[in-house]
C-alpha cells in the first residue's frame, strides 16, 4: 500500500545500544558480480579505491535480492555507496551543522543534532561507517537507472527525496515500491527520509525492527596498498 512511513528520529536511533560481531568487509559484489558497484561520490578513493565494501552478510542479502530482482526481469541493482570511513561521515557532519548553526543559532547543540541528522547523520549512529548501509537503486538492461522521481543523493528537494513523497507520478511509487519491498524482504531497514539508503545491522536497522542493539559498529577500514 502507498501511505506514508514514519522516519525514525535520531533520539530514538541514540538510544540503541552498539553491539558488534567483528563480521568482515567484502566487496559488495563478492557473492554476485552482476551487482552494479559504482560510487556517486569519490570520498572513498583514499581508503578503498573505486571498489565498495560492505559486511560480508550485506554482501550476502543484496546478492539475494539481485538474483530475486533479475530472475523475474531484466534489472539489476546498483549500489551507489556502501562502507564510508568515519572521518568522512564526521566531516560531511561538521560541515552541515555548521551551516544550520548560522541560520538556526538559537537552537541548542542537542537540537542542532538532530536537525543535522536530517541531513547527514550524526557520527555516532550512521550506518555506512559501519558498513551495514547501502544507498542503491534499479537500473534496467542497458544500465539505465529506473525513474525513482530523483537521483540518489539529490538533495534539491528535501521533500522529495522521502520515499513516501507526494506528487510522485505512478511509474516512479511503483519503482520506489520495488525497490523497497523486494530489500525488506532480505531484512533491510530502510530509512524513509531517503528513499535510496538501507541497511542491515546498525543501529538504525536494530531501531526499525525492534532489536536490543545493533550488529555492527564504525569501523576504520581502508585497502592495504601494495
Known amino acids: 500500500m502507498w501511505q506514508k512511513r514514519r522516519i525514525i528520529t535520531y533520539q530514538e536511533i541514540a538510544a540503541i545500544p552498539t553491539g558488534e560481531n567483528k563480521e568482515s568487509l567484502v566487496d559488495v559484489c563478492h557473492y554476485d558480480p552482476n551487482i552494479i558497484a559504482r560510487y556517486e561520490k569519490n570520498d572513498m578513493l583514499l581508503y578503498t579505491g573505486k571498489r565498495i565494501f560492505v559486511r560480508d552478510t550485506v554482501a550476502r542479502k543484496l546478492a539475494t535480492a539481485?538474483?530475486?530482482?533479475?530472475k523475474n526481469s531484466k534489472f539489476r541493482l546498483r549500489v551507489a555507496y556502501g562502507y564510508r570511513?568515519?572521518?568522512i561521515q564526521k566531516k560531511y557532519f561538521e560541515q552541515k551543522r555548521t551551516?544550520?548553526?548560522v541560520s538556526r543559532p538559537s537552537l541548542t547543540d542537542g537540537e542542532l543534532d538532530a536537525l543535522t541528522h536530517n541531513?547527514?547523520?550524526v557520527p555516532s549512529v550512521a550506518g555506512h561507517p559501519t558498513g551495514g548501509a547501502v544507498d542503491?537503486?534499479?537500473?534496467d538492461a542497458a544500465g539505465k537507472?529506473?525513474?525513482?522521481?530523483?537521483k540518489i543523493a539529490d538533495f534539491k528537494n528535501a521533500e522529495r527525496i522521502k520515499t513516501f513523497a507526494k506528487g510522485l507520478s505512478n511509474k516512479q511509487k511503483r519503482n520506489r515500491l520495488l525497490l523497497h519491498d523486494i530489500l525488506v524482504r532480505e531484512g533491510f531497514a530502510p530509512f524513509y527520509g531517503e528513499w535510496w539508503h538501507f541497511?542491515?545491522?546498525?543501529?538504525e536497522w536494530a531501531c526499525f525492527y525492534g532489536k536490543l542493539k545493533s550488529i555492527y559498529s564504525p569501523l576504520k577500514f581502508e585497502v592495504r596498498k601494495k
Open 136 to 139: 542503491v537503486t534499479i537500473v
Open 85 to 87: 570511513h568515519p572521518d
Open 119 to 121: 541531513f547527514i547523520a
Open 145 to 150: 537507472e529506473l525513474d525513482m522521481g530523483t
Open 199 to 203: 541497511s542491515y545491522g546498525d543501529r
Open 99 to 101: 551551516e544550520l548553526r
Open 66 to 70: 539481485n538474483k530475486s530482482l533479475t
